[in-house]
């Protein structure tokens, strides 16, 4: 199973209020994160952050969330996160500026940033817009900011059933 993800921030307490996130410090965020990611996600699951992962400067503290968390973890790199190197020694098993994936019949472009998308049923699947919006159907965009998704990866399930609506209004 496939899993989509973005702006997590773990470890980063100024996220908190910058964004109006319902959590008294970085410790309470990242417990709630982890503790819905792991019941949702399970073994060889495959799991796609949409970058930035976590503020902190500290592999050490990546390697430790990422050991917490269940699945396959791959990155697709946001403004705040480190190299490659330093991203797959923390634990992540690949990291990639973009990249894309077919889901149905949709090809998916996935990416931090959310870029315009000319191809037919080509959709952007992105991070970066915390809160700002879920999903823009006219433009073929869905930002996976933990923000709109309640703290929790969302199953490409869920995102084919999005996409399939809106394009074709008549299922």
Known sequence: MRWFISDTFFGCDQIIERFGR?????????????????QDV???????????????????????????????????????????????DAGFHGVFESGFVRMGYHDCFLN?????????????????????????????KICMSVDNWNFRPVPEAELRKIMDKTSNPWN
């Open 42 to 88: 399970k073994g060889d699951d495959q799991v796609y952050h949409m970058g930035n992962f976590c503020l902190s400067e500290c592999p050490d503290y990546m390697k430790k969330v990422l050991d917490r968390l269940n699945g396959v973890k791959i990155l697709f790199t946001g403004k705040y996160d480190e190299d490659a190197d330093v991203m797959l």
């Open 112 to 140: 931090h940033e959310p870029l315009p998308m000319s191809a037919p049923k080509t959709w952007c699947i992105h991070g970066k817009e915390i809160s700002s919006w879920k999903v823009l159907p006219t433009e073929r």
């Open 22 to 38: 319902p959590f008294a410090n970085a410790d309470e965020m990242d417990e709630l994160m982890i503790l819905n990611w792991n």
